[in-house]
């Protein structure tokens, strides 16, 4: 058994996509490296085959037809002979020193018989033109450099989550929680990291700036004018996110607090996103989304209905949509996202 599996889901990534496979061979056999080429139209399959053929046993090519970012995910799991699972997008890269490690770290804890359903580590926001680069780090809320659990997990703040990013998981774990994206869908990644949270039993924080998380395409998706256009599929992910659990039934009150956090913020995305739609059918959207909520879970809806950012959302008029936008737009300076 290979001891990590990283899946690259690729569509259309000939230009970029050798930089991340280069950053990830240094993890040489102990690595396999699913190389998802999602129905491409240019030269991503080439060049996936092309890899595949000088690095056998680490590199594969797996060839699909397009089922979007999460059917991509779906199909490295299905195939993953890691102990464990990572999904890096094309466009991103990894540290080297950091990324070996995480392998060594890993390596250990497989050999004590203590491994653990979940890794996590920093990622920089690699923004381009940014002279900053902004780093999530997780040392004044996660213990550091050992193993632990939702009970010692006391100050994961709001604005600090567990993205794709910065997880790492064990793939039987994956399975196990009956984990499948929907397809042709954006923004799936924040399912992949709140489905799995009441799965996760033991975690290692280890601090070192692994991923670089490149921001600054026109065509990415979390580019703004994109969000708006592709509103829906935020929104069908938010109600999946709804949906999945009932947060009071969850075991563990930082595992519940935590959640109740992520889908908080979650709220707040599809909500912002709509407001800055600025269209009667958005409105009807956002009415829709927390009507839902209340549906689903009127004790939830209360609590997130009257809470700070529930109350900022769904001020009335356009003096009320001015607030909540303008503080979207200083939280985006603030952190440095989009």
Not at 56 to 68: C, D, L, M, S, T
Not at 119 to 132: E, L, P, Q, R, T
Not at 238 to 257: K, T
Not at 314 to 324: D, H, R, S, T
């Amino acid at each position: 058994m290979k001891l990590l599996t990283i899946a690259i889901p690729c569509y259309n990534s000939e230009s970029y996509m050798e930089k991340c496979i280069e950053s990830l061979l240094p993890g040489g056999s102990r690595v396999e490296i699913l190389l998802v080429n999602d129905g491409s139209k240019d030269r991503t399959a080439e060049i996936a085959d092309s890899y595949a053929a000088r690095y056998p046993g680490i590199v594969r090519a797996i060839h699909q037809e397009n089922k979007g970012h999460g059917g991509a995910v779906n199909t490295g799991i299905a195939n993953a002979d890691g102990f464990y699972f990572k999904v890096v997008d094309s466009d991103d890269w990894v540290d080297r020193d950091a990324y070996l490690t995480i392998l060594d770290t890993l390596e250990n804890l497989a050999r004590e018989g203590q491994g653990v359903d979940m890794m996590i580590s920093n990622f920089v926001y690699d923004k381009v033109g940014a002279s900053h680069k902004k780093v999530m780090n997780y040392r004044h809320m996660l213990p550091t450099g050992q193993i632990f659990h939702w009970e010692d997990a006391r100050h994961l703040w709001k604005g600090h989550y567990i993205l794709m990013h910065s997880v790492i998981y064990r793939t039987r774990m994956l399975r196990n929680c009956g984990l499948k994206l929907p397809e042709h869908t954006f923004y799936v990644d924040n399912q992949f990291v709140y489905q799995p949270i009441p799965w996760v039993k033991n975690m290692y924080y280890l601090d070192v700036d692994f991923y670089h998380y490149f921001i600054g395409r026109d065509d990415q998706s979390v580019n703004e004018k994109n969000m708006i256009a592709r509103i829906d599929q935020q929104l069908a992910v938010n109600y999946l996110m709804i949906r999945d659990y009932d947060l009071y039934r969850v075991p563990g009150r930082n595992r519940r607090h935590y959640m109740y956090n992520y889908l908080e913020i979650m709220m707040t995305i599809s909500s912002i996103f709509l407001i800055r739609t600025d269209s009667p059918e958005a409105d009807e959207k956002k009415k829709a989304l927390w009507a839902y909520l209340k549906k689903q879970n009127p004790r939830l809806y209360r609590r997130m209905r009257m809470g700070v950012l529930g109350i900022s959302l769904n001020l009335p008029g356009k003096i009320g949509k001015k607030i909540a936008s303008a503080g979207y737009q200083i939280s985006q300076m603030i952190y440095g996202f989009n």
